[in-house]
């Protein structure tokens, strides 16, 4: 992929959430005007992908306050309400509106907690995947030689494995050092490690391209002429020319990193129960499907696959809107 | 051309180095692995003296020496959880996952590409269009995800396939035992290799599709129409041969893939394969196994990778006669 | 007067676009008679591809042919079926596109190539196509042509490909060559060998051969008959010794000097036409020429001239209407005539 040589990318920073946010004269404006918007309204699936990713991530946000209840106290679940079908089914109970699940917390709010926890820990795996991909690209881009090498064929091979396979060896890495007692307590820390550094490569070799571009350009040069530090020129002068294509990539990610982590939950080997993340819910709910309670499984399975396919839509969009020539 | 094999076979040399690496590194350094053997009653004396025995007192150069030269004989070592030999636990798991990712990717390419070819060609029909729905879901969902609504609805809802396990085996000797050879064993296979296919099948109609309508923008496809050939002779000769050369390279990389995806499959259907022996490794720090589910991982791939070097040369002339890969 | 090979009658294409329907090409109409050579030249975005590929039936979406009548032999062939048409290209009308190097599908054999096209359109055995392959790469002056026959284009140079293209284009022996620009994409060098193998294997085969190239130089040398677009619109059209040395559109007389020229004052500045050819969205209301043009009246802006009779040529300019001339200011005519216009005689008699 070749965002390296993107004009344009810069306007990923601004298109999605400009509209509301105008505060320069004729910048409303500017955004109605440019080729982005007007490719987000001739799409109506972004559009609608666009509004259920709002809508999800708001529910998230403001879980506690619009959850029916409170999953996680336990006084306010009993075991007497285990299992409870949806409100459409015989035997339900009006309190619960997707049902149930074994130890009788409402299915709904497991879900809007569940959410919030599935898209902290995808939004801190992006972010820690950026830091480290563009800290590495920088690094790489800018001062070539033996780092470049180094940093480069680690990324070679890494490219090689599919990043669930990475995931989970360094998430059983991690498991040993931290021994199995204190496992628990560093469990977000651990899978936003594992998942982050199995996205960076994206973003350092797309950066390395792109500093290749632009450490040739007068501008570098003229900054080098007048003393800076390279790690100045560095954050201060390249960066900002490379951070369009950059969140083109992170918006793709994240949707990949709610799907890894809720992989990583579904094998067990990510959020424990007493939390749950989507893919936990999923897990959890998985082993009464036979039995009959499917929708312990099937809602958090069916607002997994919304959200995720709402965010790469998204993100799909996005990348071929900045760049036209990938269609 | 024996050259360019032989560069080749050293890169792969060198990958193989670097993850044995890794592997030695999470199998000395990671826990300790005489802790892992002994019980808590162990003194300290038997301990050292184990650590002796193991050669975990000789220099680290010396050990990953011994690791690598043991690996190369596919000698793992024991596993904390099984107090096997790895190299024969892996061994009766194997068949398993290569017929699962076998029959897999078989699905992937016979279904993916005339897809591809298909949604290329015909862009504007509304199957195209359900196509590419159906493929951005398969891009979306993770897999075991389908694997789940695959059980719910064909195994749970209307009873037409077995939702777990291999059914029944027939042992071909020397312990590779398949599944294919029986009804059971064959029902069984169905809806894990969907699962494991779909992701693969979409990402291949994809590329078929990308590749074909860059393909037919370019001069000599529009150099063949105003020759007068016929349409097949454009679309299934000259577009999609020059369409597969980009395809051989990633499908074969995908193939690696769906060997690793297994993990997530197996899981979802209990199938007995080495990607269940990793999970359960990996939820029980069972180091062993880890690295050399690891190193078997990246043999395959480099294997892999191999013959799809050697079959791109094949079909792509410039390659083959102007000697030196570009 | 003979069926020509070649009539095209006010064709028009149009590219419907995201900002409204452009129009490539408005209301052309030539012929190429058997045997001949005409050459189409222009700017870039003139419309000489599109003319090229509207004939032989592939423009490339979403352009269509949306007006006017194209007549091979005398059939219409604008309106036959795509299987038809088919049949058409490369067995009755060859084409030769820019560029060779990327022309050949570089995963197939010259050879098979070759043998693949006379097998669609001739009944004949594998080895009769073989050998007439053979054949066709000797006369297209292709070294050792039987050993080469399995080669693959990559091992060709640029030129020798162009010559294995025009192998591909001339296979069927077709009545009508449209050749795109076939030696911009070559050595200078190379360029002058490939016209003339052109122009003599269209020749032998009585061939008509419709060149469309922005080099005058080519033309000059090769055409028996010129015609000048100019935003998808024809300028003028003549015999190519006329055209070159009496120019009668303001148009094709800037064309003609800007010609860098070995003979004459070598310090004289080439002259140049102000201004540029017009956007095919943003072609001025009249003659699409008069904004750059030196001797552009009232008319000219206000309606569209057809195309006239201008003594040597024909020529779509106001000047050779006589109706029309008349009313341009005196001293335009003047000036015009100075140019070497031959004006109507209407015209001629206000500044007399």
Redesign the interface.
């Known amino acids: 992929m070749s965002y390296a040589t993107e004009p344009e990318g810069k306007a990923a920073q601004t298109a999605p959430e400009g509209v509301k946010g105008g505060t320069r004269p004729g910048f409303v404006r500017r955004i109605a005007d440019s080729d982005i918007w007007y490719s987000f309204t001739r799409s109506p699936l972004t559009m609608v992908s666009a509004v259920v990713t709002a809508i999800f991530m708001l529910a998230a946000l403001f879980a506690p306050l619009i959850a029916p209840h409170n999953p996680f106290d336990p006084a306010s679940i009993s075991i007497m309400d285990s299992f409870y079908p949806p409100i459409w089914e015989a035997d339900s109970d009006p309190r619960f509106l997707l049902g149930s699940d074994d130890q009788g917390r409402d299915v709904l709010s497991t879900i809007l907690y569940g959410m919030r926890i599935s898209l902290a820990v995808g939004f801190a795996s992006v972010i820690f995947a950026m830091v480290i991909g563009v800290t590495l690209g920088l690094l790489a881009g800018y001062l070539g030689g033996w780092v470049d090498s180094v940093i480069m064929r680690i990324a070679d091979v890494q490219l090689t494995f599919p990043a669930i396979l990475i995931a989970l060896l360094i998430n059983g890495v991690a498991r040993a050092m931290a021994g199995p007692q204190s496992y628990d307590n560093v469990v977000f820390a651990v899978l936003v490690l594992s998942i982050g550094l199995s996205f960076w490569v994206q973003y350092a070799r797309t950066v390395r391209g792109s500093v290749l571009v632009e450490a040739n350009k007068e501008y570098v040069l003229a900054a080098k002429l007048i003393g800076l530090k390279p790690i100045t020129i560095m954050f201060k002068h390249v960066l900002p020319n490379v951070l369009g294509p950059v969140l083109v990539i992170a918006t793709i990610n994240l949707a990949l990193a709610i799907i890894t982590e809720a992989t990583l939950s579904f094998l067990g080997v990510g959020v424990p129960p007493t939390e749950p993340s989507l893919g936990t819910l999923i897990r959890i709910g998985n082993d009464f499907l036979f039995s009959g309670e499917w929708w312990v499984t099937i809602f958090p399975g069916i607002t997994l696959a919304i959200l995720a396919l709402a965010v790469n839509l998204l993100g799909d969009w996005l990348r071929d809107a900045l760049n036209p020539k990938l269609r | 051309m024996i050259a360019f094999a032989i560069r080749r076979l050293l890169q792969a040399l060198g990958v193989m180095l670097v993850v044995a690496l890794i592997s030695f590194m999470m199998f000395r350094f990671v826990g300790d692995p005489v802790n892992q053997l002994v019980g808590v009653d162990t003194s300290p004396a038997e301990r050292e003296a184990l650590r002796q025995a193991l050669g975990l007192n000789d220099p680290v150069l010396l050990q990953f020496a011994r690791f690598v030269i043991k690996a190369a004989q596919f000698d793992f070592g024991i596993s904390y959880q099984f107090k096997q030999p790895v190299a024969s636990l892996i061994a009766s798991r194997l068949p398993a996952t290569l017929e699962l990712s076998f029959v897999s990717a078989l699905f992937a390419l016979a279904v993916g590409v005339p897809m591809g070819v298909y949604t290329g060609l015909y862009r504007n029909t509304w199957l195209a269009r359900a196509f590419l729905t159906i493929s951005l879901i398969g891009v979306s969902l993770p897999t075991f995800l389908i694997g789940i609504l695959l059980i719910f609805v064909v195994s749970v809802n209307l009873g037409w396939l077995p939702s777990f396990g291999r059914g029944d085996v027939v042992d071909l000797g020397g312990g590779w035992t398949t599944g294919l050879l029986t009804k059971s064993g064959l029902q069984s296979l169905i809806l894990p290799s969907i699962t494991l296919g779909l992701f693969q099948m979409t990402l291949i109609m994809r590329l078929v599709r990308g590749e074909m309508m860059e393909v037919l923008r ?3 496809i ?10 097949r ?1 454009i679309n299934f ?2 577009a999609l ?2 369409t597969l ?1 980009p395809v051989i390279t990633i499908t074969g990389l995908q193939l690696g893939s769906i060997i690793a995806f297994a993990v997530i499959t197996e899981t979802v259907f209990q199938w007995p394969g080495m990607g269940l022996l990793f999970l359960q490794a990996v939820q029980n720090v069972d180091i062993p196994i880890m690295a050399a589910y690891l190193l078997l991982i990246a043999f395959l791939f480099v294997i892999i990778n191999f013959i799809v070097d050697l079959l791109y040369v094949a ?4 390659i083959r ?2 000697g030196a890969a570009s | 007067m003979t069926t020509p090979t070649l009539s095209v009658r006010n064709l028009r294409v149009e590219i419907p676009t995201r900002r409204g329907v452009l129009t490539a090409i408005d209301d052309l109409s030539f012929d190429i008679a058997p045997g001949e050579v005409l050459g189409m030249v222009g700017e870039s975005g003139a419309g000489k591809s599109i003319t090229g590929s509207a004939i ?1 039936g ?1 423009l490339e979406p979403p352009g269509r042919v949306a007006g006017g009548e194209i007549r091979l032999a005398g059939e219409r062939i604008d309106n036959v079926s795509p299987d038809q048409m ?6 009755r009308i ?2 030769i ?1 820019q ?1 060779p190097l ?7 054999r010259i050879g098979d190539q070759l043998v ?2 006379i097998l ?2 001739e009944r004949l055995s594998q080895k009769a196509a073989r050998t007439k392959a053979v054949k066709l790469l000797e006369e297209v002056g292709i070294p050792a042509a039987e050993a080469r026959f399995s080669a ?1 284009p ?2 060709f140079s640029g030129g020798m490909r162009q010559r294995v ?1 025009i192998a ?2 001339l296979c ?1 022996d077709p009545e009508l060559v449209i050749a795109d620009e076939p030696t911009t994409a070559l050595d200078v060098s190379v360029q002058a060998q490939i016209i003339a193998l052109l122009k003599r294997l269209c020749a032998d085969r009585g061939a008509s051969v419709m060149l469309i190239t922005h080099d005058m130089g080519v033309i000059a040398e090769t055409a028996d008959r010129v015609c000048v677009l100019y935003a998808g619109r024809l300028a003028e059209i003549g015999p190519v010794r006329a055209v070159v040395k009496h120019p009668q559109h303001p148009y094709t007389q800037g064309l003609m000097a800007a010609i860098p020229s070995l003979v004459g004052d070598p310090d004289a500045t080439l002259a140049q036409i102000p201004g540029s050819m017009p956007r095919l969205g943003a072609i001025p209301a009249g003659c699409a020429f008069n904004p750059r043009c030196n001797f552009a009246f009232e008319a000219c802006s206000a309606a569209r001239p057809e195309v006239y009779d201008a003594g040597t040529s024909d020529a779509s300019c106001f000047l050779h209407a006589s109706e029309v001339a008349p009313s341009a200011p005196a001293e335009t005519l003047r000036a015009a005539d100075q140019a070497g216009i031959v004006l109507p005689v209407s015209a001629k008699e206000t500044i007399a």
């Open positions: 370019t001069d000599y529009k150099f063949a129409r105003a020759r007068g050939l016929s349409r002779a000769g000259h041969k020059n050369v079909v792509d002339p410039r006669l102007g | 032989i592939l088919r049949r058409i290209r490369g067995r060859g084409m596109f560029d990327t022309s050949l599908n570089p995963l197939y693949e096209t669609t359109h693959y990559h091992q293209v591909l284009a069927a």
